[in-house]
């Protein structure tokens, strides 16, 4: 109407609202109020909620002022005739509804409601009353003629439907039963059939209706979910190698001294001896081969590379001086991925596992004798989860998540260490969602350098005589998952 608005909310049933503004937007907030039989008024808030007066009554008839304060809440009130007496209250600005509290509390008085009606009388007669119609119907019960009625269940088995109405476990046979938890009326009784999967039950009628939407409630297809695990383990290596390999080859001999015993460069042969069939024994020096040598190498490499080699050779090629620079660099990136999923029932435990069982063997010695054992340790891929779907269409689930597997390259007599990972936890993920649960990152650098003592440490020339070695690697092991909600069967309403 104009720049005004006007709407109108007619509730159907009990309800209460909350009305604020916020910026530029008025909220009306509604919610359902549950009966409680218990409160004069009812709504959620915590303490009195009924309209505030003022009281100023002096010896007043109590009768008259439980029918004022019922008119004052709106309610339908009977009071029993036995109220009776006078009390003296001066109150103000307190809820209505405390003031009947109190005069509850003075004269010893209860009330009991009954649809929109209220009983108030004495608390001694309301349970008088009720005990006699508590004895009524268990007297009616008793004569009461039973009837039968025939159940055919769809997702439960029949016998074990048949021990929880008679207050037994299902899973503990025949005995152990849990009288307080009976379903059955004394003279009730129920026949299964598993073949047929049909539940027969005789009771009262009253029972039977109670039995019917225990059944109702009870028989229904378990919801789905697919749990899906991701165990991405990513490995990053990086190697640099850098280095000057120097080295001198002869492939003269080449003596030193008159005798010829000292030289460089060569091979030195040892003197022979050799006796003709006349006696005459001939000696042959030691002589100086020409098999090349390597006269200097300074220093060796470790890993192989690109190579630049420079040669100085004299005229008659004898002698060569080689200076080769070699340089190495690597990346390696690997990436592991594992994907464990199982379905299962809400709230029903499952586990999957797929690997190996590791052989270890024991050596025992007693007596001279020895003896081996073999035994076995499990490496495996397993996922262990619980799922539970909650009111809200999330899933809450207990995870236990395992990575593991042997390592035989650092294996102690034979037998292998077991690199382990495992995640174990407790999470909450909306259907289809993911989410990390858990992740390790290592790091590890490593820096190695061979070099000729002195000769290395020379500034830019020491690198004709030393070699560096450069290594990186990061692992990182993150755990990945997916709860899916399978979508139950369509239905026609």
Not at 2 to 17: A, F, Q, Y
Not at 154 to 164: E, I, P, S
Not at 185 to 211: A, Y
Request: hydrophobic share 40%.
């Amino acid at each position: 109407m104009g720049d005004n608005v006007r709407m109108t909310i007619s509730p159907k049933g009990l309800w209460e609202h909350n009305a604020y503004q916020s910026d530029n937007q008025f909220v009306v907030e509604v919610k359902r109020i549950v009966e409680d039989p218990n409160k004069l008024v009812q709504g959620t808030k915590v303490g009195y909620q009924g309209p505030r007066v003022s009281i100023n009554y002096q010896n007043g008839d109590v009768r008259a002022l439980l029918r004022l304060m019922a008119e004052e809440l709106g309610l339908n009130a009977v009071i029993s005739e036995t109220v009776t007496g006078t009390t003296t209250l001066v109150l103000k600005d307190v809820p209505a509804d405390q003031v009947i509290d109190i005069i509850f509390q003075q004269k010893g008085l209860d009330m009991r409601k009954k649809g929109n009606i209220i009983m108030i009388a004495p608390r001694d007669e309301i349970a008088t009353r009720e005990k006699l119609e508590f004895e009524a119907k268990q007297q009616i019960n008793e004569l009461e003629p039973l009837q039968s009625e025939q159940f055919s269940l769809n997702y439960h088995r029949a016998d074990n439907v048949a021990k929880l109405l008679a207050g037994l476990s299902p899973l503990g046979g025949g005995g152990g039963g849990n009288t307080a938890l009976r379903m059955l009326s004394k003279r009730g009784s129920t026949i299964s059939d598993t073949q047929s999967n049909l539940l027969f039950v005789t009771d009262i009628p009253s029972k039977l209706e109670e039995i019917r939407a225990f059944i109702k409630a009870i028989d229904i297809g378990a919801r789905q979910v697919m749990i899906e695990a991701r165990v991405v383990e990513a490995n990053d290596t990086f190697n640099r190698d850098l280095g000057v390999k120097l080295n001198l080859i002869n492939s003269r001999a080449n003596q030193i001294g008159g005798s010829g015993v000292f030289a460089s460069g060569g091979r030195l042969a040892p003197p022979t001896s050799t006796t003709s069939s006349t006696g005459v024994t001939t000696t042959t020096p030691a002589v100086l081969t020409q098999t090349p040598m390597l006269g200097v190498n300074l220093p060796s490499f470790t890993s192989t590379g690109g190579t630049f080699v420079l040669s100085l050779f004299n005229s008659s090629a004898t002698r060569i001086l080689n200076l080769e620079l070699a340089a190495l660099e690597s990346d390696g990136v690997g990436k592991v991925i594992s994907s464990p999923r199982v379905v299962t029932a809400n709230n029903v435990k499952a586990k999957i596992e797929d690997g190996t069982e590791v052989p270890y063997v024991t050596t025992q010695s007693s007596g001279g004798t020895t003896t081996q054992t073999v035994s076995f340790k499990s490496a495996k891929l397993s996922l262990e989860v619980t799922p539970q779907i909650t009111p809200e269409g999330t899933v809450q689930m207990a995870l236990i998540v395992k990575k593991e597997e042997p390592d035989f390259t650092r294996a102690i007599l034979g037998n292998p260490p077991i690199i382990s990972s495992i995640v174990e936890t407790n999470v909450v993920v909306e259907n289809g969602g993911t989410v990390v649960v858990g992740g390790v990152f290592i790091t590890r650098n490593q820096a190695n350098t061979e070099k000729v003592p002195l000769l290395g440490d020379i500034p830019f020339f020491g690198w004709m005589f030393k070699y560096k070695t450069d290594l990186g690697e990061r692992r990182e092991l993150l755990v990945f998952i997916t709860p899916r909600i399978l979508s139950e069967k369509l239905r026609l309403n």
